[in-house]
């Protein structure tokens, strides 16, 4: 049976995500993986797995700390996925303070990008995810897109 906060079709696998979207002007908080990680030298928004017990904000200011040492405060989920492979994600918006300095995770992170909507959408490394959530965010209003 199909849960309403998930896309139709979308089944409970139990593997949770968060994506953490925050924005400086026009300009959004990217970062290009890791080569060590899935998805290596592809461009997303940080984020990561949803730990047992945690709860979705809970992890989405964590993972921002460990990939970025970004202090952010998670404002409000404004869109569900699930990936190809099942994962269950929960796209956030996040505060992140101007004065932040961003340092990258050694092994998660090879470059911290500000890009604006017309780049992430011309980058050909853009993750499929983020380019259907651009959309989507775009199509619902938010941030003023």
């Known amino acids: 049976m199909d849960d309403p906060a998930?896309?139709?079709g979308a089944w409970r696998t139990g593997r949770r995500g968060v994506v953490a979207v925050a924005r400086r002007g026009d300009r959004f908080l990217a970062i290009r993986r890791g080569r060590a990680v899935a998805a290596p030298g592809r461009v997303c928004?940080?984020?990561?797995?949803?730990?047992?017990?945690?709860?979705?904000?809970?992890?989405?200011?964590?993972?921002?700390?460990?990939?970025?040492?970004a202090p952010v405060s998670a404002r409000e989920c404004v869109w569900r996925s699930v990936t190809p492979w099942g994962t269950e994600l929960g796209w956030w918006i996040v505060?992140?303070?101007?004065?932040?300095?961003?340092?990258?995770?050694?092994?998660?992170?090879?470059?911290?990008?500000?890009?604006?909507?017309?780049?992430?959408?011309?980058?050909?490394?853009l993750l499929?995810?983020?380019?259907?959530?651009?959309?989507?965010?775009?199509?619902a209003g938010h941030f003023g897109l």
């Open 45 to 69: 928004f940080p984020g990561g797995h949803v730990e047992p017990g945690e709860e979705e904000a809970e992890a989405v200011v964590r993972e921002c700390l460990e990939e970025l040492e």
């Open 95 to 125: 505060d992140l303070p101007e004065d932040a300095a961003l340092v990258p995770h050694p092994v998660e992170v090879a470059e911290i990008l500000w890009l604006s909507l017309e780049e992430l959408l011309a980058e050909p490394d």
């Open 128 to 139: 499929d995810g983020n380019r259907d959530f651009l959309r989507h965010a775009t199509a």
């Open 6 to 8: 998930l896309p139709p």
